[in-house]
C-alpha cells in the first residue's frame, strides 16, 4: 500500500534529506541500546509476521536499515522507523541492528506516522490516533489526504473516532471498519440506547455498515410505528375496506376477465386475473415477486423491505440468505422478476 506514496517521491525524499554532523551511512548499533518510541502509532504486532520476519532476517539479515535517533546522549536510541523489523532482530537473537541515526524533525514525524498508516495491519483505532497526531501537527485534511492517497472525507472519518463514546472507540480497537463507526455514531446521536444495546449484543466482527443500515431501518420503523399509535379493530376494518376500494379502483371496478377483486373470509385480498398484452396467458396479480439481480458474477435477491444507508444503493441478499451486501444500483444487472 506504500505505492501511492513511492510514486509521489514522499518517502525517498525524506530519506534523501541534508544530515547534520553524525548523521551518515548505516552502522551496527546494539539492540539492547534501542528503545521503541512511545508515539508510535502501531500498537499491536501480528506475531504470525513477527515470526515470519525473524525466519527471514535469520538467513538473510536485516535488509534494510531501521532509522533511530539518539537519546539523552548516552549512547541509546529511540526508534523512529522499522520497530516491526527491530522486533524480529530480537526474536532471530541478533545481538546488532543495522541503522541510520536521524534527529527527529517534523517531517520525519510525518513520515513514520505515514509510513505506519500506509503499512497493513494497523487497527482502525490506530490509523485514528496517526491521523489526529498529523491533525496536531498542523497538517490540514487536505495535505493528510494527499500524503496517505485517501479522498478529505476519509481522513474526517478517522479523525473523528477520538471523539465518539467510548463503546465504539472500543470498536475500532477491535478494527471495526471506520465507515461502519461513521454510520453508527451518527445514529448514537439521536438513538443512544438502543445503539449501546446493539454493539452489547454484537460480535465485533459482526458489526459492519449492512448490520448498522439493517439496525438504522428498524428504528426508523419503530419510530413510525410509535407516531402512528395502535390500530383498533374499528380502524383495521375501515383498512380492509379501504384497500378493497383501492383494488377495485385500480382495475377500474371489472378486469379485463370480467372479475373484481375481493376480500376472502380470511381477511385476504383475492387479486383478479389480468390478461397479458399479447392475450394469450392469464397472470395471478397481487401475491408478491422477488427482484433477482447480479452483481459481480453473484446472483441475488434484492431486499425492498430494508434500506441502505444512502439513496445510491440498495441491499441484496447473496447465497440464500448467508450474506447480505450493500451495493450501489448503478452496478446492479436486473435478471428476472419471480413470483412468489
Known amino acids: 500500500m506504500l505505492s501511492s506514496l513511492k510514486e509521489a517521491g514522499a518517502l525517498n525524499d525524506l530519506m534523501r534529506m ?7 551511512s548505516p552502522r551496527d548499533i546494539p539492540i539492547d541500546l534501542i528503545e ?7 500498537k499491536h504486532f501480528d506475531e504470525e509476521k513477527l515470526a515470519s520476519l525473524a525466519d527471514s532476517i535469520s538467513v538473510q539479515g536485516v535488509l534494510q536499515p531501521i532509522t533511530v535517533q539518539p537519546l539523552n546522549g548516552d549512547g541509546r536510541h529511540l526508534i523512529i522507523m522499522g520497530e516491526r ?3 524480529a532482530a ?8 543495522p541503522a541510520i541515526e536521524r534527529e527527529m524533525t517534523e517531517e520525519l514525524r510525518m513520515a513514520q506516522l505515514t509510513e505506519n498508516v500506509q503499512r497493513d495491519g494497523l487497527t482502525t483505532f490506530e490509523i485514528a490516533n496517526a491521523v489526529s497526531a498529523m491533525r496536531e501537527a498542523g497538517k490540514s485534511r487536505g495535505e493528510i489526504a494527499s500524503a496517505l492517497g485517501w479522498g478529505e472525507s476519509e481522513v474526517s472519518r478517522f479523525a473523528a473516532v477520538l471523539g465518539m463514546p467510548v463503546l465504539l472507540q472500543q470498536l475500532a480497537e477491535k478494527d471495526v471498519p471506520v465507515r461502519a463507526l461513521s454510520d453508527l455514531y451518527a445514529l448514537w446521536k439521536k438513538n443512544p440506547d438502543e445503539v449501546e444495546e446493539f454493539v452489547q449484543t454484537s460480535d465485533a466482527g459482526d458489526v459492519s455498515r449492512v448490520t448498522v443500515a439493517r439496525l438504522r431501518s428498524r428504528l426508523t420503523q419503530d419510530a413510525t410505528d410509535a407516531a402512528r399509535g395502535p390500530r383498533t379493530a374499528e380502524d383495521a376494518a375501515g383498512g380492509c375496506s379501504d384497500q378493497t376500494q383501492s383494488v377495485e379502483m385500480q382495475t377500474g371496478g371489472d378486469t379485463a376477465a370480467g372479475q373484481t377483486a375481493s376480500l376472502d373470509h380470511g381477511g385476504t385480498v383475492k387479486a383478479p386475473e389480468v390478461k397479458s398484452v399479447g392475450g394469450t396467458q392469464n397472470v395471478q396479480a397481487g401475491r408478491g415477486a422477488a427482484i433477482i439481480c447480479r452483481h459481480g458474477g453473484a446472483t441475488g435477491r434484492l431486499l425492498t423491505d430494508q434500506l441502505a444507508s444512502n439513496s445510491k444503493s440498495i441491499l441484496v441478499s447473496f447465497e440464500n440468505g448467508s450474506r447480505v451486501e450493500e451495493v450501489l444500483l448503478s452496478e446492479l444487472e436486473l435478471i428476472e422478476v419471480v413470483a412468489l
Do not use: F, H, V
Open 36 to 42: 521503541p518510541d512511545p508515539e508510535q502509532p502501531r
Open 18 to 24: 541534508p544530515r547534520t554532523a553524525g548523521q551518515g
Open 90 to 97: 530480537k526474536r532471530a537473537g541478533l545481538q546488532s541492528i
Open 85 to 87: 523489523r527491530y522486533r
